[in-house]
């Protein structure tokens, strides 16, 4: 049983950065395609990004996170990683991370059906 665990939510300033970490016990994440989704207040759940499998994967981000969120592996500690920063207070949301066996059909990373795996999320708070 794969279970995703993230870590890393808090609270931040405008501006500040966040690192969150999904792990999941027991499994090698490098085997999984990674996905971070993020659902805020009275919203859907939307994609952030995803890392696909293997050492060399490829990653892909919403337009909103471009060029603030990286995704990366951590192999010595067998986790995904998603480094937030020039946080604004709409990235306030839970971050959930999900996973699954098969990279996404035809690069359709932004959907949740794409992964088997989800974790229970953690909080985001963005605010002075």
């Known amino acids: 049983q794969v279970q995703p665990v993230e870590s890393g939510g808090g609270l931040v300033q405008p501006g500040g950065s966040l690192r969150l970490s999904c792990a999941a016990p027991?499994?090698?994440?490098?085997?999984?395609?990674i996905g971070w989704f993020r659902q805020a207040p009275g919203k859907e759940r939307e994609a952030v990004s995803c890392?696909?499998?293997?050492?060399?994967?490829?990653?892909y981000y919403s337009d909103a996170v471009k060029g603030r969120f990286t995704i990366h592996r951590d192999g010595a500690k067998n986790t995904v990683d998603l480094q937030m920063n020039s946080l604004k207070p709409e990235d306030t949301a839970v971050y959930y991370c999900?996973?699954?066996?098969?990279?996404?059909?035809?690069?359709?990373?932004?959907?949740?059906?794409?992964?088997?795996?989800w974790g229970q999320g953690t909080q985001v708070t963005v605010s002075s």
């Open positions: 999900a996973a699954d066996r098969f990279d996404p059909y035809l690069n359709r990373w932004f959907l949740e059906i794409s992964y088997e795996y």
């Open positions: 027991g499994v090698s994440l490098g085997y999984y395609a």
């Open positions: 890392i696909t499998s293997g050492d060399d994967g490829s990653t």
